[in-house]
Protein backbone atom coordinates (compact mmCIF):
# COMPACT_ATOMS: atom_id res chain seq x y z
CA UNK A 1 0.00 0.00 0.00
CA UNK A 2 1.50 3.28 -1.19
CA UNK A 3 0.37 6.39 0.95
CA UNK A 4 0.41 9.94 -0.49
CA UNK A 5 -0.11 13.27 1.60
CA UNK A 6 -1.98 16.14 0.81
CA UNK A 7 -1.02 19.14 2.43
CA UNK A 8 -3.28 21.86 2.35
CA UNK A 9 -5.78 24.34 2.78
CA UNK A 10 -9.73 24.63 2.32
CA UNK A 11 -9.60 24.37 -1.46
CA UNK A 12 -8.59 20.77 -0.69
CA UNK A 13 -10.80 20.29 2.20
CA UNK A 14 -13.49 20.28 0.66
CA UNK A 15 -15.28 23.51 1.22
CA UNK A 16 -18.69 24.08 -0.50
CA UNK A 17 -18.15 27.81 -1.44
CA UNK A 18 -20.48 30.19 0.26
CA UNK A 19 -20.84 27.86 2.90
CA UNK A 20 -19.52 26.82 6.13
CA UNK A 21 -19.94 22.95 4.72
CA UNK A 22 -17.71 20.37 3.88
CA UNK A 23 -17.93 17.77 0.71
CA UNK A 24 -17.58 14.39 1.31
CA UNK A 25 -14.28 12.69 0.84
CA UNK A 26 -15.26 10.52 -2.47
CA UNK A 27 -16.04 14.18 -4.02
CA UNK A 28 -13.32 15.80 -2.82
CA UNK A 29 -10.07 15.93 -5.01
CA UNK A 30 -7.93 13.33 -3.27
CA UNK A 31 -11.04 11.21 -2.83
CA UNK A 32 -11.50 11.32 -6.95
CA UNK A 33 -7.64 11.08 -6.85
CA UNK A 34 -7.55 8.11 -4.23
CA UNK A 35 -10.28 6.71 -6.49
CA UNK A 36 -9.28 7.03 -9.70
CA UNK A 37 -5.65 5.56 -8.62
CA UNK A 38 -7.06 2.48 -6.99
CA UNK A 39 -9.36 1.43 -10.35
CA UNK A 40 -5.82 1.43 -12.13
CA UNK A 41 -4.60 -1.40 -10.08
CA UNK A 42 -2.52 0.54 -7.71
CA UNK A 43 -2.91 0.17 -4.23
CA UNK A 44 -2.90 3.55 -2.67
CA UNK A 45 -3.93 5.50 0.32
CA UNK A 46 -4.28 9.40 0.11
CA UNK A 47 -3.95 11.14 3.38
CA UNK A 48 -5.28 14.49 3.92
CA UNK A 49 -3.85 17.13 5.69
CA UNK A 50 -5.67 20.36 4.78
CA UNK A 51 -6.30 23.05 7.22
CA UNK A 52 -8.46 26.04 6.35
CA UNK A 53 -6.81 29.56 6.11
CA UNK A 54 -3.37 27.62 5.90
CA UNK A 55 -0.38 29.62 4.39
CA UNK A 56 2.71 28.34 3.49
CA UNK A 57 4.57 30.12 5.96
CA UNK A 58 2.74 32.98 7.01
CA UNK A 59 0.61 33.64 10.53
CA UNK A 60 -2.90 34.30 10.45
CA UNK A 61 -3.81 37.36 12.86
CA UNK A 62 -6.75 35.53 14.20
CA UNK A 63 -6.46 32.07 13.82
CA UNK A 64 -3.42 29.76 15.65
CA UNK A 65 -1.51 27.24 13.38
CA UNK A 66 -2.70 28.27 10.03
CA UNK A 67 1.18 28.85 9.22
CA UNK A 68 2.06 25.68 7.62
CA UNK A 69 5.92 25.30 8.11
CA UNK A 70 5.15 24.67 11.98
CA UNK A 71 4.46 21.43 12.55
CA UNK A 72 5.55 19.99 8.98
CA UNK A 73 8.32 17.62 9.81
CA UNK A 74 6.11 15.85 12.10
CA UNK A 75 3.61 15.42 9.82
CA UNK A 76 6.33 13.58 7.59
CA UNK A 77 7.64 11.30 10.20
CA UNK A 78 3.85 10.95 11.35
CA UNK A 79 2.82 9.32 8.12
CA UNK A 80 5.67 7.84 6.92
CA UNK A 81 6.71 5.91 4.91
CA UNK A 82 5.45 8.16 2.57
CA UNK A 83 5.64 7.53 -1.92
CA UNK A 84 4.65 11.17 -2.57
CA UNK A 85 3.36 14.69 -0.80
CA UNK A 86 1.55 16.60 -2.93
CA UNK A 87 1.35 21.29 -1.97
CA UNK A 88 -1.20 23.21 -2.57
CA UNK A 89 -0.99 26.31 -0.65
CA UNK A 90 -0.59 29.61 -1.47
CA UNK A 91 -4.40 30.84 -1.91
CA UNK A 92 -4.23 32.37 2.00
CA UNK A 93 -1.12 33.99 1.52
CA UNK A 94 -2.49 36.93 -0.54
CA UNK A 95 -4.97 37.52 2.33
CA UNK A 96 -5.98 41.09 3.43
CA UNK A 97 -3.70 40.37 6.18
CA UNK A 98 -0.51 40.35 3.61
CA UNK A 99 -0.95 43.62 1.64
CA UNK A 100 2.58 42.91 0.41
CA UNK A 101 2.85 39.42 -0.57
CA UNK A 102 2.19 38.17 -4.64
CA UNK A 103 2.67 35.33 -6.56
CA UNK A 104 6.60 35.56 -6.02
CA UNK A 105 6.19 35.64 -2.26
CA UNK A 106 3.86 32.92 -2.13
CA UNK A 107 6.54 30.84 -4.10
CA UNK A 108 8.92 31.31 -2.01
CA UNK A 109 6.78 29.85 0.89
CA UNK A 110 6.50 26.87 -1.24
CA UNK A 111 10.23 26.30 -1.81
CA UNK A 112 10.47 26.69 2.61
CA UNK A 113 7.93 23.53 2.26
CA UNK A 114 9.95 21.58 0.28
CA UNK A 115 12.97 22.09 2.02
CA UNK A 116 11.35 21.46 5.30
CA UNK A 117 9.99 17.77 3.84
CA UNK A 118 13.41 16.98 3.17
CA UNK A 119 15.04 17.61 6.31
CA UNK A 120 12.30 15.47 8.48
CA UNK A 121 13.42 13.00 10.53
CA UNK A 122 11.84 9.83 9.56
CA UNK A 123 12.83 6.50 10.66
CA UNK A 124 16.03 4.81 8.84
CA UNK A 125 15.47 3.27 5.77
CA UNK A 126 12.49 5.13 4.85
CA UNK A 127 12.24 6.95 1.88
CA UNK A 128 12.48 10.86 1.46
CA UNK A 129 9.06 11.57 -0.42
CA UNK A 130 9.10 13.21 -3.73
CA UNK A 131 6.81 16.51 -3.73
CA UNK A 132 4.50 17.47 -6.54
CA UNK A 133 3.75 21.25 -6.16
CA UNK A 134 0.08 22.05 -7.29
CA UNK A 135 -0.61 25.81 -8.05
CA UNK A 136 -3.82 26.83 -7.49
CA UNK A 137 -6.56 28.28 -9.62
CA UNK A 138 -6.15 32.04 -9.50
CA UNK A 139 -9.22 33.73 -8.06
CA UNK A 140 -11.30 35.98 -9.77
CA UNK A 141 -13.38 38.86 -7.91
CA UNK A 142 -14.00 37.57 -4.38
CA UNK A 143 -17.61 37.30 -3.53
CA UNK A 144 -20.02 36.54 -0.57
CA UNK A 145 -18.96 35.36 2.81
CA UNK A 146 -14.57 35.57 2.38
CA UNK A 147 -14.90 38.88 0.50
CA UNK A 148 -13.83 40.79 2.84
CA UNK A 149 -10.86 38.53 3.99
CA UNK A 150 -9.73 38.43 0.10
CA UNK A 151 -9.81 42.02 -0.99
CA UNK A 152 -7.38 42.30 -3.59
CA UNK A 153 -6.41 39.11 -3.50
CA UNK A 154 -7.17 38.41 -7.19
CA UNK A 155 -4.54 41.17 -8.21
CA UNK A 156 -1.64 39.84 -5.88
CA UNK A 157 -2.02 36.30 -6.94
CA UNK A 158 -1.27 37.63 -9.87
CA UNK A 159 2.46 35.66 -11.16
CA UNK A 160 2.20 32.91 -8.96
CA UNK A 161 2.31 29.68 -11.12
CA UNK A 162 5.29 31.35 -13.13
CA UNK A 163 7.06 31.26 -9.62
CA UNK A 164 5.72 27.85 -8.89
CA UNK A 165 7.14 26.52 -12.08
CA UNK A 166 10.39 28.15 -11.32
CA UNK A 167 10.52 26.89 -7.65
CA UNK A 168 9.92 23.07 -8.80
CA UNK A 169 12.65 23.62 -11.64
CA UNK A 170 14.86 24.70 -9.10
CA UNK A 171 14.36 22.36 -6.88
CA UNK A 172 13.61 18.92 -8.71
CA UNK A 173 9.75 18.38 -8.00
CA UNK A 174 6.87 17.42 -10.18
CA UNK A 175 4.53 20.44 -11.02
CA UNK A 176 1.13 20.95 -12.03
CA UNK A 177 -0.79 24.50 -12.79
CA UNK A 178 -4.28 23.75 -12.00
CA UNK A 179 -5.63 26.81 -14.04
CA UNK A 180 -4.63 24.20 -16.97
CA UNK A 181 -7.39 22.36 -16.19
CA UNK A 182 -9.86 24.10 -13.82
CA UNK A 183 -11.16 27.54 -12.25
CA UNK A 184 -12.24 29.13 -8.94
CA UNK A 185 -15.60 29.00 -7.77
CA UNK A 186 -18.02 30.96 -10.04
CA UNK A 187 -20.08 31.26 -6.53
CA UNK A 188 -17.23 33.04 -4.63
CA UNK A 189 -14.52 33.82 -6.44
CA UNK A 190 -12.18 31.64 -4.30
CA UNK A 191 -12.65 27.82 -3.56
CA UNK A 192 -13.64 24.86 -5.62
CA UNK A 193 -17.62 23.91 -7.23
CA UNK A 194 -17.69 20.08 -6.87
CA UNK A 195 -17.36 19.60 -10.83
CA UNK A 196 -13.92 21.22 -10.31
CA UNK A 197 -13.02 19.00 -7.55
CA UNK A 198 -13.67 16.09 -10.07
CA UNK A 199 -11.38 17.40 -13.08
CA UNK A 200 -8.44 17.90 -10.77
CA UNK A 201 -8.64 14.20 -9.13
CA UNK A 202 -9.11 13.28 -12.59
CA UNK A 203 -5.88 15.78 -13.89
CA UNK A 204 -3.54 14.63 -10.98
CA UNK A 205 -4.14 10.89 -11.31
CA UNK A 206 -3.02 10.79 -14.55
CA UNK A 207 0.55 12.80 -13.35
CA UNK A 208 0.31 10.75 -10.09
CA UNK A 209 -0.09 7.66 -11.34
CA UNK A 210 2.83 6.99 -13.26
CA UNK A 211 5.20 8.67 -10.58
CA UNK A 212 3.73 5.75 -7.95
CA UNK A 213 4.01 2.77 -10.67
CA UNK A 214 8.00 3.65 -11.23
CA UNK A 215 8.52 3.38 -8.07
Known amino acids: MQQVLVYADSLTWGIVPDTRQRLPFEARWPGVLEGKLNACGLRVRVIEDCLNGRRTVWEDP ?78 STPRGLIAAKFKGAET ?27 RASKVDGIHLDPDQHVTLGTALAAVVGPMLANQ
Not at 76 to 81: A, L, R
Not at 98 to 112: E, F, L, R, S, V
Not at 156 to 181: F, I, Q, S
Open 156 to 182: RCAGMADAYKEVAATLGCEYLDANTVI
Open 62 to 139: FKPGRNGLQGLQQRIEIHSPLSLVILMLGTNDVQYCHPYNDGWTAGQGIAALVREIRIAPIEPGMPVPPVLIVCPPRM
